[in-house]
């Protein structure tokens, strides 16, 4: 719905113009693409961070104090529109390994630039899926795999996924799934 969406952004552009702001930071991996980069086609230049890149800036800066912890196993589950879209692989890895005071992070065998779905793309998160495999089920058995206890993401749209297939799975007394900002957050309280 080209039309629909140019619609918007024009209308979201003129919203925005009424502010003096420098830089738009986003939690949602689809909103920083598309204010980032599609935006730009209708002449904006913002300056746009996704929020794990936020948080590593806050960390490093020692602005957030992490407190790392032993954990069980944790793995990372890349969302397609911030690591195959836009190239942040290492931000929240960074994270992750800053919060934790073991060397208890897993990858899965599917990472980075051959991460794989978690099935929410293309308008899959608002339908049931009713013949073969439910591509959420898969990626959290990729999960499973590794053996890791926590699944972090960085992405809604990947952590209901991820929460749903773990649900599906019967899981909820044997993994947790985190946002990368929940597993910070856990961890500064410690």
């Not at 939690?27 to 599609?38: M, V």
């Not at 978690?118 to 308008?123: I, R």
């Not at 890791?148 to 991820?162: E, H």
Request: some cysteine.
């Amino acid at each position: 719905e080209e039309y629909a969406f140019e619609t918007m952004a024009l209308q979201n552009i003129e919203t925005l113009g009424k502010y003096d702001f420098n830089q738009i930071i986003t939690q949602c991996p689809h909103c920083f693409h598309t204010l980032k980069n599609e935006y730009s086609d209708f002449g904006t230049d913002y300056k746009v961070m996704h929020h794990s890149q936020f948080i590593q800036q806050l960390m490093d800066d020692g602005k957030i104090k992490s407190h790392p912890a032993e954990m069980n196993s944790v793995t990372y589950h890349d969302p397609c529109y911030l690591g195959r879209y836009n190239q942040i692989y290492d931000s929240p890895r960074d994270i992750i390994n800053k919060s934790l005071s073991n060397d208890a992070y897993v990858e899965m065998n599917n990472h980075g630039s051959a991460s794989f779905c978690c099935g929410a793309g293309g308008g899959n998160m608002w339908h049931e899926v009713n013949e073969g495999d439910r591509m959420n089920v898969m990626r959290f058995n990729q999960a499973v795999d590794t053996g890791a206890k926590t699944v972090v993401t960085s992405c809604s749209f990947c952590l209901i996924m991820m929460d749903d297939a773990m649900r599906v799975q019967a899981k909820e007394d044997d993994i947790q799934i985190l946002d990368l900002a929940e597993l910070v957050n856990n961890r500064m309280k410690s």
